[in-house]
C-alpha cells in the first residue's frame, strides 16, 4: 500500500511562486512513476509533470520552463516548483504514483491540493 499526502496550495498572485510537496509512505520502492496532475474547474484533468524511472522529467507545454518536478528521494517527496505563475495555472493539484505489485499495476492519488493564481 501507498499512501500520498500533498501540501502547498494556496493563493498566489501572477507572477509569484509556489512549491508543492507530496510525501509517500508505504511500498515506496514499487513506484516507478511520479507525477502531478492538474484539474481547473469545469476541464479535465491533464498531466502537469511526470517522472518515470530511468528517463528525462517529463512536462505538459503550457509549464515548460516554468514548472519543475523533483523528488528527495531520502524524504519519500515528490516536489513540483512552480514559477512564473498565470491565472490559467489555477486547479486543483494532485499528486500520482504508479508501479507494479508481482504481475500488479497499481496507481494512487493524492487527496488533491489547490492552486489559485489570482491578483
Not at 512552480?82 to 494512487?108: K, Q
Request: proline share 3%; charged share 20%.
Amino acid at each position: 500500500q501507498v499512501q500520498l499526502v500533498e501540501s502547498g496550495g494556496g493563493l498566489v498572485q501572477p507572477g509569484g511562486s509556489l512549491r508543492l510537496s507530496c510525501a509517500a509512505s508505504g511500498d515506496i520502492f514499487r513506484i516507478n512513476t511520479w507525477g502531478w496532475y492538474r484539474q481547473a474547474p469545469g476541464k479535465q484533468r491533464e498531466l502537469v509533470a511526470r517522472l518515470v524511472s530511468g528517463f528525462k522529467p517529463d512536462y505538459a507545454d503550457s509549464v515548460k520552463g516554468r514548472f519543475t518536478i523533483s523528488r528527495d528521494n531520502a524524504k519519500n517527496t515528490l516536489y513540483l516548483q512552480m514559477n512564473s505563475l498565470r491565472p490559467e495555472d489555477t486547479a486543483l493539484y494532485y499528486c500520482n504514483v504508479a508501479g507494479t505489485r508481482g504481475v500488479t499495476v497499481f496507481e494512487v492519488w493524492g487527496q488533491g491540493t489547490l492552486v489559485t493564481v489570482s491578483a
